[in-house]
């Protein structure tokens, strides 16, 4: 007899598979299947694409490398340091890494592009000639992302036994103590939170796109949207989808759980000293290039409140369909990533570290090889073709993109769980069903909510993949704004950017409030 | 004769609520003291307190003959109190090696002893807590009894006058536990420290030292 926890496995097991690995594994297999073998190899040794990954390479090992050099930094400093209204700076902080980036970007641009403000007041186009260059991008990657350092940081910190530096306190001053034993053991958290930036800059296709650079994500999206030459695209995205597979891999094998923001143990606080003033000065000067200075420029592009109600009223129905698709996407998967999520909780050493290798991989995956993967699966004839043509595409895609990330949230939540608990329920006669509902659920709501405004934020923000995949009149409102940047007045773009912005940031903070005030503080 | 330690009405509170007050106690060289008293009476906090790791509300702290912590300031900051401190959960760092701790603690602690003497020191460390062939072991490839040998040769290579123990045999099974005493007591008859030594249990208060301090509930 199958049981229900069986059932529910294999549904959850399928969807994961439906979206995010089956349409990947076809997309690999497709000049095997057309007897283009050659494209495999031209994918990794022919002199564009080497050029195409060298470029690709330094710009996300550049932001990977800003992002760890501003987030690390923070990161220990919001664990230990006396800092006042904690909650609020470490929100503020990280906001960054929920708004879209092409709102960043686009933000950049108002500033210091060919007609920003800077351009403008000084009259010399040096700085525009820096942003639209490897530079620029790096930069604007580079405070996206730094709040991923930053959280993994502060969660390492705060997980470090504090009499492991009070032994060493007991024979050495605080600064060699820094060094030898609280490094080192953030090191495995700073490491894999780097590389996990390196992977989501290289997966990146808004800012390249704007900032006019040329990296795998952007020819993918060229090769396959304007020329539309799939095989091209496939070749483009491998030498991506390896590098996604190792860097997931890197990740879970330096075993720092860098999602698992778990109970903080009792932490050696630092005095700062003569420090703290520049400490607080660093804090205000990220706050303010990370998200004062790109809504401020967003604002004054947009003009006036009038000119964001005129260009809500014309969007309306862009955003109360991408809210209701990113509503649908977060449940979903919030749905599959509490089965997935108990499962991966629950095995053993050596199957949780090959999961979340995958998982991490899948997540790190480009949106504009997904989008392409997406449509060689689902695009064909027959009840799937059935569903490529409506917004249900859109909802894949997200899914695609973002539950692997939900499970790992999910999956984390869950091994704070005592496996005890769920022991006594079921001597007590109660299945997995009545487990997992009155048991698991309760205790790890927190967790799901978590979960469900992670996806929920990411996936209203999402371009690379609902841009290939939205059918004919269903944009969503972020591919919307960005097919707007070519046509539209500068003022509109930036009213309907920061009305964007504005709806991920609200979420997001309550969510990270709530989760400060509950766990961390 | 200077007292090695001496806490004057010494006192801490916790959540409005005293935990102890005016304790006060002397330690002579080479003595060995036990601190027992129920769960919550602050015997750790104490231990803590005597380390520099924590802060009284009232009362002073001597170390050697020098204030090293009056009232809530810390005037000796712990790694200048010459102490050597055994954490209940031992506290070993887990990215080093035992021999690398003990290099660790030499070079902080003793930064005047050459390359040579200091190598030295740490093979008489391992020798004496009988390490030798698990220099280069980490702590999670050692055995309990092996890694709380680990944590007194950390807490002894300096050559600490004075030696705090919080409660360092509560994880060990019996047999275990009986050997440890015999290390610790070997280990005091060759290198001669003071100590102090946290235990609920009075039977193993009066196994490992000579005087007993007891702390009440507040």
Redesign the interface.
Same mark, same amino acid.
């Given at each position: 007899m199958i049981s229900g926890r069986g059932v529910a496995f294999a549904a959850a097991a399928a969807t994961l598979v439906g979206v995010a690995v089956a349409p990947l594994v076809e997309l690999v297999a497709v000049p095997a299947s057309t007897g283009r073998w050659a494209d495999y190899q031209a994918a990794f040794l022919d002199g564009r694409q080497i050029r195409l990954l060298i470029n690709s390479a330094r710009i996300a090992g550049g932001a990977a490398l800003l992002a760890t050099a501003i987030g690390a930094p923070l990161g220990f400093l919001l664990a230990r340091a006396p800092i006042r209204a904690r909650s609020a700076v470490r929100l503020g902080l990280a906001v960054p890494v929920v708004i879209p980036t092409y709102a960043l970007a686009l933000a950049w641009v108002f500033v210091a592009g060919g007609a920003g403000v800077v351009t403008r007041g000084f009259g010399s186009d040096a700085l525009a000639r820096l942003t639209y260059s490897p530079i620029g991008v790096v930069v604007v990657l580079a405070l996206a992302l730094y709040p991923v350092s930053m959280l993994a940081t502060e969660a390492a910190a705060r997980r470090i =036994?504090s009499? $492991?530096e =009070? +032994? +060493? $306190? $007991?024979? +050495?001053?605080a600064t060699?103590v820094l060094a030898?034993?609280t490094v080192?053991?953030l090191w495995p958290s700073i490491a894999s939170s780097a590389l996990l930036t390196f992977v989501l800059a290289l997966s990146d296709y808004a800012v390249p796109n704007l900032l006019r650079q040329r990296v795998f994500t952007t020819e993918v999206f060229t090769a396959f949207a304007a020329l539309y030459d799939v095989s091209r695209a496939t070749a483009l995205a491998l030498p991506l989808l390896a590098a996604a597979a190792i860097g997931g891999y890197l990740v879970a094998s330096f075993g720092a759980s860098i999602l698992d923001t778990g109970r903080a143990s009792g932490v050696t606080g630092v005095r700062l000293g003569r420090l703290g003033p520049i400490a607080a000065a660093v804090i205000a000067l990220v706050i303010g290039a990370g998200v004062a200075l790109p809504l401020a420029s967003l604002a004054v592009e947009a003009g006036s409140v009038a000119a964001i109600r005129q260009g809500l009223d014309r969007s309306g129905a862009a955003v109360v369909e991408s809210l209701m698709l990113s509503s649908v996407a977060a449940t979903l998967s919030v749905a599959v990533s509490l089965v997935l999520g108990h499962r991966r909780a629950r095995a053993t050493r050596r199957m949780a570290r090959a999961v979340d290798a995958s998982l991490i991989a899948l997540f790190a995956m480009p949106g504009t090889i997904v989008g392409v993967a997406l449509i060689a699966f689902w695009n064909r004839p027959g009840w799937s073709g059935g569903v490529y043509g409506t917004s249900a595409m859109i909802v894949i895609a997200y899914m695609a993109r973002f539950l692997p990330a939900a499970i790992l949230v999910v999956g984390a939540g869950v091994r704070r769980v005592p496996r005890s608990t769920e022991e006594a329920a079921a001597l007590s006669g109660a299945g997995w069903m009545r487990t997992m509902w009155h048991i698991v659920v309760p205790q790890i709501r927190g967790t799901l909510a978590v979960g469900w405004v992670l996806v929920f934020v990411l996936a209203f923000g999402e371009v690379g993949a609902s841009i290939l995949v939205a059918p004919p009149g269903h944009a969503p409102y972020s591919i919307h704004v960005l097919t707007l940047i070519a046509n539209a007045p500068s003022a509109q773009v930036a009213a309907l950017a920061l009305v964007q912005t504005a709806v991920v940031v609200c979420p997001f903070a309550i969510a990270i409030a709530v989760r400060s005030f509950a766990r961390l503080d | 004769m200077t007292d090695l330690l001496r806490l004057e009405s010494v006192g801490k509170a916790r959540d409005r609520r005293f935990l102890f007050r005016d304790v006060t106690l002397h330690l002579a060289a080479a003595d060995a003291i036990a601190l027992v008293g129920p769960s919550g009476a602050g015997k750790t906090t104490l231990l803590r307190i005597v380390a520099g790791l924590d802060v009284p509300d009232s009362g002073n702290v001597w170390i050697d003959g020098q204030l090293a912590t009056r009232g809530a300031t810390i005037l000796v900051p712990p790694h200048r109190r010459r102490l050597g401190f055994v954490f209940q959960d031992l506290a070993l760092w887990p990215h080093m090696t035992v021999a690398e701790s003990l290099e660790f603690v030499l070079a902080s602690a003793s930064a005047a002893l050459s390359r040579t003497e200091r190598d030295r020191t740490i093979d008489e460390t391992l020798t004496l807590t009988r390490l030798e062939r698990l220099r280069r072991r980490y702590p999670h490839q050692l055995s309990g009894g092996e890694q709380q040998r680990a944590a007194f040769a950390r807490a002894l290579v300096h050559r600490p006058t004075l030696l705090l123990l919080d409660e360092p045999f509560s994880s060990l099974d019996v047999d275990l536990r009986e050997e440890m005493r015999k290390t610790l007591d070997d280990l005091r008859g060759t290198l001669g420290f003071a100590m102090v030594f946290v235990t609920h249990d009075g039977a193993e208060a009066s196994a490992v030292a000579n005087r007993t301090f007891r702390l009440t509930l507040a």
């Open positions: =036994e009499r $492991l =009070e +032994a +060493a $306190l $007991l024979v +050495a001053p060699r030898r034993i080192p053991l | -």
